[in-house]
């Protein structure tokens, strides 16, 4: 037998032993894109927001992948509530694909998300985004402090949120500290962690 041969049986057999913590690996992965969403916390962005778009895509064949992995579980009563699951997050991902391209071919992303404040520290930087995603919407404003941790990934978190706004003021007080709408606000040097 040659080499590819073996790896190819090597693989079916890592699959086909461990379909559970496949399946487990890909439910966690796609609650954590969930909760990655602007809408609840964000927390891993890259810096390119064409990119992030792509991941989101193909994040989005995760449930097709959990119902395909679902029909080698040895219960049926397992297989029948996975697929039951799957084919509803199916229907959510569809969706959510949908307003994805939608949003893709019809918005100009840099005035989408345009960044308008850039205040830099030490080790991140405070930047102040104004958000306008078409005709039926307003204005909003979203601040973000922002680590680069590796080439072209960011380290997110939200600091303020508001709509219906078209700028704000912001200003630095010191290595750790930012105001906005005159509101003092601590930066810890690792986003998240001291």
Request: charged share 20%; glycine share 4%; with cysteine.
């Amino acid at each position: 037998m040659d080499l590819n041969g073996r790896w190819v049986i090597l693989v079916n057999s890592l699959i086909r032993n461990n379909k559970y913590i496949i399946h487990i690996t890909l439910l966690a992965i796609y609650i954590l894109w969930i909760l990655n969403l602007d809408y609840f916390y964000p927390f891993i962005r890259f810096k390119s927001l064409r990119l992030n778009d792509i991941f989101s895509l193909c994040i989005q064949i995760i449930p097709l992948m959990l119902l395909i992995n679902g029909f080698r579980f040895k219960h049926i009563s397992a297989k029948i509530v996975n697929s039951v699951i799957s084919i509803i997050l199916m229907l959510i991902s569809a969706t959510i694909a949908a307003i994805i391209l939608f949003a893709t071919i019809t918005l100009n992303v840099n005035e989408a998300f345009m960044p308008i404040h850039n205040i830099r520290f030490e080790s991140s930087s405070v930047i102040v985004y104004r958000s306008n995603y078409g005709a039926t919407t307003d204005f909003g404003i979203t601040v973000r402090q922002e680590k680069e941790i590796i080439k072209g990934v960011l380290l997110v978190k939200n600091l303020l949120r508001k709509d219906h706004v078209y700028d704000i003021s912001v200003k630095k007080l010191d290595n750790n500290a930012v105001e906005l709408m005159g509101e003092k606000i601590y930066l810890k040097r690792n986003v998240y962690f001291p």
